[in-house]
């Protein structure tokens, strides 16, 4: 794991971030990126009440994902500065 990077589930609410890497197999892989979790992207927690799943907003939707899930996606914080959420596609 990159120096600064760790798993989203481990990001409290409110906090901004960049996704790093999606670790797991070709299934989990392909349905993030289907729901536009992929590398590169700015994404927000909108809640994690660190039990049960993790709320986040990605471009302009929000996703539900269960914790296990939210293990597998490696981001990195931005250190307190507020994402401007631009598709980077």
């Known amino acids: 794991m990159e120096?600064?990077?760790?798993?989203?589930?481990?990001?409290?609410?409110?906090?901004?971030a960049t996704i790093k890497d999606v670790l797991g197999g070709f299934g989990l892989r392909r349905k993030l990126t289907e729901l536009g979790v992929v590398r590169g992207r700015l994404i927000r927690v909108v809640q994690n009440d660190f039990a049960g799943?993790?709320?986040?907003?990605?471009?302009?939707?929000?996703?539900?994902?269960?914790r296990g899930m939210?293990?597998?996606?490696?981001?990195e914080e931005l250190n307190g500065k507020?994402?401007?959420f631009d598709d980077p596609n």
Not at 4 to 12: D, E, M, Q, V
């Open 3 to 16: 120096n600064g990077a760790l798993p989203l589930s481990f990001l409290p609410t409110g906090r901004d």
């Open 53 to 66: 799943p993790i709320i986040i907003s990605v471009g302009d939707g929000r996703l539900a994902l269960g």
């Open 70 to 75: 939210a293990q597998k996606i490696i981001v």
């Open 82 to 84: 507020r994402a401007a």
